[in-house]
Every structure is written in C-alpha cells, then in structure tokens.
C-alpha cells in the first residue's frame, strides 16, 4: 500500500526542486481523491494475475483503499495498450453476490449483462459503484516497461499512447492511468534508455494529461533511490501529475552482501537513507 505519507517522503526527497506552492497543489490534489474522507489517502495496486494462485479478487480488497491501480498494462512498440491476460480482464465469470446483482452463487450468467465484457473490468466497476472506490490502470511495471522509452522519445507515438489512454477510460469508466515505467534513464529489468527519458517523461505525462483532461487521475511509482530524483523534472511533472507513489520496498534483497529488511521502517546500521523514515 501506498500512502500520503509515502507521497509526502517523495516531496521530501525532491525538497531543493518543489516550491512550498508546488508541494501544497500536491497536498491539495490528494486531498480531492481521499474516498473515505478520513484525512488519509490509501493507494493499493491490485495485481492481475492475483485471481490465480492467490485466488484475490477485486471483490477482497479493503473498504479502506481510496484509489485502487490495477496492474499492469503493456504499452506497445506503437503505442497502443495490450492487455497481458485478456481472460483475466475481460472474460472470466468469477464474481461477488455482494458486489453485483447479476451473480448466483459466485458465477455471471453468459448473457443479460448490460456490459460487454466481464472479467476483473467489470469487478472493478462493480466495486466503483458500491463503494465510491477510484480504479486507476497501471501501464508498465518491471517486467513491461521495455517500450518506454522508444515511445516516449517519438512524438507520434506518444500521440497514440495518449489517444489510447483517453479511450481506455472513456470505454472502462475508469478514473486515471499510473506511470510505472522502470526506470527512465537509469534503466531496469534490461530494458532500453536514453538520457533524453528525462525531458520525454514530462512530454509522455503532458500528453496524457492533455487527452484525458484536468477531472481523471494522471500518477505515477517512482524509486526511492535518493538520484532516482535526478532522472525526472519533478517540478515539471508536479504541476501535471495529482500524485506519486515511492515504492518503498526491496531496499534489500539477494543482490546485497548482507541480510536485511525488504521494506525497513527505521535506520538500520549500514542502511544509510534506505528507510521509509528517511
């Protein structure tokens, strides 16, 4: 889960790039997506794949979540969205009595729906009509963000990703696209970057912006890595996005010569800054 606490640490980090104006429109725009009106913003990414193994459906997740991002969506060589498991989104009859009228003992009936698909889409509206929650899909993620930086860098492209973002939205009745791209510039999981991935974010998130409007949310997972910041003009992308979530874990794992916490709270000896407290 992802808090405003996390989005305030992200302020924190990036303090000598955002003005105190630029950090209170960020407070200001977290405060409009606060679902439960309860002065906290809870942001939870629900895995597609989750309905397999660990048979978590949309209809377990917490009364608690504000905005829920649904992850994860490719985005193309062109620019055009795919969906990595179209069964998983569209197709399958799993569903909650409790969320949705047309369920009889945990199955869709094949026809009468008033929507043309099923799947975790139509559990995701069934959960924005019963509780208010905000749905947000997830494009990219360590394992689909090779395309990134190709589309990013070629403006006719972005122009599609944008287009196809809008009308994501405007079919699904979803409220907002979340950036996972891992990681612009750096690179990640042997994807490609350029140096130009700094300025071509911006341009990538202005364009989706402008095609999805000022009322959906535009947001984005970003690493904790106090340079990470030096790969983006956060204040560029401050007065676009409405938040950012840090992913404030794997600060350790088997790449590391020693044993320590995945996600720590506190400093630990040796850890330096990588903590959610600093």
Not at 39 to 47: E, N, Q
Not at 156 to 185: Q, S
Not at 252 to 264: E, I, K, L, R, V
Request: aromatic share 10%.
């Amino acid at each position: 889960l992802h808090s405003t606490q996390r989005a305030s640490g992200h302020a924190r980090m990036a303090a000598t790039l955002l003005t105190q104006e630029q950090v209170l429109t960020l407070h200001k725009q977290f405060k409009s997506i606060d679902v439960n009106n309860d002065g906290v913003v809870i942001v939870g990414y629900f895995p597609q794949w989750g309905i397999y193994a660990r048979d978590y459906q949309v209809w377990d997740i917490p009364e608690e979540i504000d905005v829920l991002q649904y992850a994860f969506w490719d985005v193309n060589p062109d620019g055009t969205l795919r969906s990595p498991d179209a069964w998983a989104d569209f197709d399958h009859h799993n569903c909650s009595d409790v969320f949705d009228p047309l369920c009889s003992n945990g199955t869709l009936p094949w026809s009468g729906s008033p929507l043309p698909y099923y799947g975790n889409f139509r559990a995701l509206n069934m959960l924005q009509q019963a509780r208010g929650t905000k749905v947000v899909v997830s494009l990219g993620g360590w394992t689909l963000s090779s395309n990134f930086s190709a589309v990013a860098a070629d403006p006719a492209k972005r122009a599609v990703l944008a287009a196809e973002c809008a009308a994501m939205l405007a079919t699904y009745g979803f409220d907002g696209i979340d950036l996972d791209w891992e990681f612009p510039v750096e690179g990640g999981n042997g994807i490609p970057q350029l140096p130009e991935d700094k300025a071509n974010f911006t341009l990538r998130v202005q364009d989706i912006r402008n095609a999805i409007g000022p009322d959906k949310i535009v947001s984005a997972a970003v690493a904790p890595n106090p340079t990470y910041a030096d790969n983006l003009e956060v204040s560029a992308l401050a007065q676009i996005m409405d938040h950012v979530n840090i992913m404030a874990y794997d600060y350790n794992g088997s790449w590391n010569p020693f044993t320590g916490h995945n996600a720590p709270l506190n400093p630990v000896a040796g850890d330096g800054n990588f903590n959610v407290q600093a």
